[in-house]
């Protein structure tokens, strides 16, 4: 289990260091752009950049499925369990868990190996204004799917992500760690 958490550390660590640098290069455009658009008027060598639009929406579409699994990972996301608990019994809710759970993990294999098809097949092309590979681009889909992958197999084997600040928080901690 040490090794795991290990393993999750280093995973989250570059999962949140991705984003909090994608995140920071989507607002820097973003702001440049604002400035270059609105208030330096006029000048013909400080026009808005064309290529800005095209990378704010490849990071925003990086910064949405790398998010997804920390919202998976903390329980965030809006699920269907209160329904199932109040109205049917807990063995049944268990089992219903285990079986979406499995559909989910299934659903996220399949995006993974199609992403990394389509990925490969538009690495040959490029985005309109500036010369990135459009892989880049679909690159999204089978990393933010892998991690999403993972957080979601964890809980299916644990029956809940075994490093989620909210449980740590909410349970003591025991020594089996």
Request: proline share 4%.
């Amino acid at each position: 289990m040490k090794a795991l958490r290990q393993f999750d550390r280093v995973v989250n660590t570059v999962r949140v260091v991705a984003l909090v640098a994608i995140l920071i290069a989507v607002i820097g455009m973003c702001t440049m752009n604002i400035v270059l658009r609105y208030l330096i008027k006029g000048a013909a060598a400080f026009r808005p950049f064309p290529w800005v639009d095209e990378l704010m929406r490849m990071g925003t579409i990086w910064i949405a499925f790398l998010a997804a699994g920390l919202g998976v990972k903390e329980g965030s996301h809006v699920s269907l369990e209160s329904l199932t608990e109040k109205w049917l019994p807990p063995k049944v809710t268990r089992v219903l868990r285990k079986i979406a759970l499995l559909v989910v993990l299934a659903t996220l294999a399949a995006l993974i190996y199609y992403g990394v098809l389509t990925t490969m097949r538009q690495s040959r092309s490029y985005l309109q204004n500036i010369r990135i590979s459009n892989g880049w681009f679909y690159a999204a889909i089978p990393v933010g799917c892998g991690y999403l992958f993972y957080d979601f197999l964890l809980i299916f084997i644990f029956g809940s992500h075994p490093f989620a600040k909210k449980k740590a928080a909410q349970e003591p901690v025991s020594g089996s760690f």
